[in-house]
């Protein structure tokens, strides 16, 4: 059987099921907006999990709140398309759980529930290690999976962890070669990402704005930093190039540390063409729009923004501004691990 899935923590997670248990002959990684615009074509032979279903394949297996919503009356695959934390979560539960594949493989899926999820600390967030860190480091909004400077893509370095994992523990994958160049260039760009964040994000009332098209190439970093930075803020909208340079890619997300915010984005993101979560979701505009999407964005996360409570005064602009310098000095002044540390 060959697996179509995504090439991020969740996919890799997915793909390791599925060899453990004999499944799986062939992987293919592809992006959810080619999968969305046709460009893959399926059989019975294919299982799809956590990207677009494709006509004709044998199984679907899909968490998105998007894809939940759009589903057809009449599916014509096997599989389960349902929340979960993750889409391997409903790939165990399908396959038998910890009875067939056991407690270190559930281990990694318990964490991969976390990352996907969004279920972090500011601990976590601000010193990652074990597989919260794995998960980080193969997150494409990470910014590492375009290869540049490493011995092996990110695609085939996927494929060579599908093998580790359950085989060696979650701080020696870390130390692998391809692995430990990643644990290194994620933590050398540590502080000029938070110079980035600091540099570019415009905040709106409750939400962050992080337009990054006009940065060639912007250092790499964990996408839940801005929230340790902007605690009192709920929301955010990333601005991005897409690889078509007429188009802009738009991710909008609830903060992990701030839960306050209420709008459903998969629901919203699925009105533009996109797809997503509850908390988190994607959608890619033509170029000349992006400054109206942004507009019409900001309005549909104040306008299901819960009101204050009648005996607790909102706070005026300075106590706002003064609150976002106490986080931002906080965040400075916080050590980050090193990387020899942080394989442990």
């Known amino acids: 059987m060959r697996l179509v899935t995504r090439a991020d923590f969740d996919g890799l997670a997915c793909a390791v099921l599925l060899s453990q248990a004999g499944l799986m002959d062939d992987l293919l990684f592809v992006h959810p907006k080619d999968v969305r615009d046709g460009r893959h074509s399926a059989d019975s032979n294919d299982m799809v999990c956590g990207v677009p279903h494709i006509p004709g394949c044998g199984y679907w297996f899909n968490h998105h709140s998007s894809e939940i919503s759009s589903l057809p009356d009449a599916p014509s695959f096997q599989g389960a398309v349902q929340p979960a934390p993750s889409c391997a979560r409903l790939l165990w539960d399908h396959l038998g759980g910890e009875d067939r594949f056991g407690s270190v493989t559930g281990e990694m899926l318990r964490y991969v529930d976390k990352v996907e999820s969004g279920d972090l600390n500011l601990t976590e967030i601000l010193h990652p290690g074990g597989w919260v860190l794995l998960g980080f480091l193969l997150d494409p909004c990470t910014g590492l999976a375009g290869g540049k400077g490493f011995s092996t893509p990110h695609a085939q370095c996927l494929e060579t962890l599908v093998h580790l994992v359950g085989s060696i523990p979650v701080a020696e994958i870390l ?31 409750n939400v962050l704005i992080l337009d990054a098209r006009a940065l060639d190439d912007p250092p790499p970093g964990n996408r839940f930093t801005m929230y340790s930075l902007y605690p009192e803020c709920d929301a955010s909208i990333e601005v991005r190039r897409a690889a078509d340079q007429n188009e802009t890619v738009i991710t909008v997300s609830h903060s992990i540390l701030n839960r306050t915010c209420v709008t459903d984005v998969g629901k919203l993101m699925l009105g533009f ?6 908390r988190t979701g994607t959608c890619h505009v033509p170029e000349p729009r992006t400054e109206d999407m942004l507009e019409t964005l900001l309005q549909e996360l104040r306008a299901t923004q819960p009101p204050p409570s009648p005996d607790e005064e909102p706070d005026s602009a300075a106590q706002r501004t003064a609150k976002r310098r106490t986080a931002r000095a906080k965040h400075k002044n916080t050590a980050a691990p090193s990387a020899e540390s942080a394989r442990t």
């Open 175 to 205: 130390q692998q070669r391809d692995m430990a160049q990643r644990v290194k260039r994620y933590f050398a760009s540590e502080a000029s990402f938070r110079a980035m964040l600091l540099q570019k994000i415009v905040v709106r009332e």
């Open 273 to 278: 063409g996109g797809w997503g979560h509850p």
